[in-house]
């Protein structure tokens, strides 16, 4: 039923931000099904049954939608820990969020992509990637860029590799803190890992 058939009146703001989810929703299915350049508004609208106004009323055309897919895996991630989470909890997110099958199939599209629009490329860098690595930084003694630029490396390395390449299934939750243990103790920074979680005396 298209959005013009719902309740009348003003939307309260949890019905706003269901029906953004739902937009979103619908558009990575159709992204991931058939890819970037096939999808169209009109597909979008249809599959969210909203209508093209509201597409671009609540987030905007279809790049941008695409990016605001991007960008809700961050939020979603990063949402979930509190100030108190330490490095550890954050490399693990990470390493489940960026690992699974979503995130995988948007990342794949970018790379494909990323010739014919390196406007998209850039942005994705930015909503994805670039936050991540802030987030890490956080964490980090002197909010070290550099070195949350390596970690991050390590939380994708030859993994993230095989499963753009279809050849590795996304891993579960043990399996995301034993990468992300490992990609801590390679920058042997299991010690401040450790140090984050001591209570303060």
Not at 7 to 27: M, N, V
Not at 51 to 63: A, E, L, V
Not at 161 to 186: C, M, N, W
Request: aromatic residues 4%; without cysteine.
């Amino acid at each position: 039923m298209p959005d013009t058939a719902r309740k009348r009146g003003r939307p309260t703001e949890g019905e706003r931000a269901q029906r953004r989810d739902d937009i979103l929703d619908a558009a990575v299915r159709l992204f991931l099904d058939l890819g970037f350049e096939a999808v169209t508004l009109d597909a979008i609208a249809a599959a969210a049954r909203v209508t093209k106004r509201t597409i671009y009323s609540y987030i905007g055309d279809r790049t941008e939608v695409f990016l605001a897919a991007v960008e809700r895996l961050g939020e979603t991630a990063l949402l979930d820990l509190s100030p108190e989470d330490g490095l550890e909890e954050r490399a693990s997110t990470i390493v489940r969020t960026l690992h699974a099958d979503d995130a995988v199939g948007l990342h794949r599209l970018v790379i494909a992509e990323s010739r014919r629009r390196p406007d998209l490329a850039e942005r994705f860098y930015a909503r994805g990637p670039r936050r991540y690595i802030t987030a890490l930084a956080e964490r980090l003694p002197g909010r070290d860029e550099a070195r949350a630029e390596a970690l991050f490396a390590l939380l994708l390395g030859e993994a993230h590799r095989r499963r753009l390449l279809g050849l590795q299934a996304a891993p579960d939750e043990v399996e995301s803190i034993a990468h992300a243990r490992a990609a801590l103790a390679s920058l042997h920074l299991a010690t401040h890992v450790r140090a984050t979680r001591e209570p303060s005396t």
